[in-house]
């Protein structure tokens, strides 16, 4: 059995998420240097290319295959036009959060999975997961809310789960500074068509009526 230096056996899946998990958070502080001077340049967008080829590892996950594939679309004819200068802005806007529309937050969440259009929200029969920090109140007042119109709840998205609502402030908690592991659950269970819908808290409650 293969050993660390301490000694202890070494878990390649434990480190290889591990890893993983820290490449995202590189993506996303590369993401958030970008967006510093709020433009996109064609040689910033080679960097993020360069960047992801060179990490393929982490290229066919949430939410790096998603900023690849358009990437790679966009700069099939190896020029940035005007207008994928202006989709790519506001794909990195919406992967990192950014610009933050709060002071004193460290974060905000990330919009890039939310389902669109924006779906229709019934709390009949239901089942509803809450993420992040919610500006509407604590999380359970929130969670109040969804079992007075008699909807229930799960700590984390499983098959049957019909909404992932995501808070609009950005959990500490979060292994990462825009999502957590329950927003990648939920990615993975859409792309197995499970019908799961991933909103904002902000469509979410226009539907507390």
């Not at 293969?2 to 202890?8: F, M, W």
Request: net charge negative.
């Amino acid at each position: 059995m293969n050993r660390d230096a301490q000694g202890q056996p070494l878990n390649r899946t434990f480190n290889a998420a591990r890893l993983n998990d820290r490449k995202i958070d590189e993506l996303i502080g590369l993401c958030k240097g970008v967006l510093a001077d709020g433009e996109v340049t064609q040689f910033e967008v080679e960097f993020l290319q360069n960047w992801l080829r060179n990490n393929q590892d982490i290229s066919e996950h949430w939410p790096a295959n998603v900023l690849y594939k358009r990437i790679e679309e966009m700069l099939a004819d190896n020029v940035l036009d005007v207008e994928e200068q202006k989709e790519l802005l506001q794909t990195l806007m919406d992967l990192t959060g950014e610009p933050s529309l709060r002071e004193n937050v460290n974060s905000m969440s990330t919009s890039l999975p939310l389902t669109t259009p924006d779906p229709e929200i019934d709390f009949e029969g239901r089942i509803f997961c809450l993420t992040g920090k919610f500006v509407t109140g604590t999380r359970k007042q929130c969670e109040s809310l969804i079992l007075a119109r008699n909807g229930s709840l799960k700590s984390s998205p499983t098959r049957d789960t019909s909404f992932l609502v995501i808070g609009l402030v950005g959990s500490s908690d979060w292994i990462h500074s825009t999502h957590g592991r329950k927003i990648e659950k939920a990615v993975e269970l859409q792309e197995r068509g499970t019908g799961l819908a991933i909103v904002s808290e902000e469509h979410w409650v226009r539907f507390i009526v």
